[in-house]
């Protein structure tokens, strides 16, 4: 079992900067490939952002390409989501999620089905 805790979300202004972080305990985070969901109200969950647990081959949404980065602490079982030049549509409830434990594939997946274990989320509100 993997437990995630989500924190860093709030309100802010379109142009502002937000940093998401994403809490791992329970088992090995660093054998677990990382990702961050959003939900808003009436929408589907999409998929954000992936970190992989090998190697750098990071994997970004084409709607947040350039603006958010993902990045994790394998020593601190954290991920985090920089999340720059915020946008009124990119307001949502921002998921944690883990696909895994992983051995050998560290491709990141996109579906919410990949994944194993969630956060409980955290808003991002964001003003025009």
């Known amino acids: 079992q993997v437990q995630l805790v989500e924190s860093g979300g709030g309100l802010v202004q379109a142009g502002d900067t937000l940093r998401l972080s994403c809490a791992a305990s329970?088992?090995?985070?660093?054998?677990?490939?990382m990702g961050w969901f959003r939900q808003a109200p009436g929408k589907e969950r999409e998929f954000v952002a992936g970190?992989?647990?090998?190697?750098?081959?990071?994997l970004y949404a084409d709607s947040v390409k350039g603006r958010f980065t993902i990045s994790r602490d394998n020593a601190k079982n954290t991920v985090y989501l920089q999340m720059n030049s915020l946008k009124p549509e990119d307001a949502a409830v921002y998921y944690c999620?883990?696909?895994?434990?992983?051995?050998?594939?560290?491709?990141?997946?996109?579906?919410?089905?990949?994944?194993?274990?969630w956060g409980q989320g955290t808003q991002v509100t964001v003003s025009s």
């Open positions: 999620a883990a696909d895994g434990p992983k051995y050998f594939s560290s491709v990141v997946q996109t579906r919410p089905t990949s994944y194993d274990y």
């Open positions: 970190s992989p647990w090998r190697g750098e081959n990071t």
């Open positions: 329970g088992r090995t985070f660093s054998n677990y490939n």
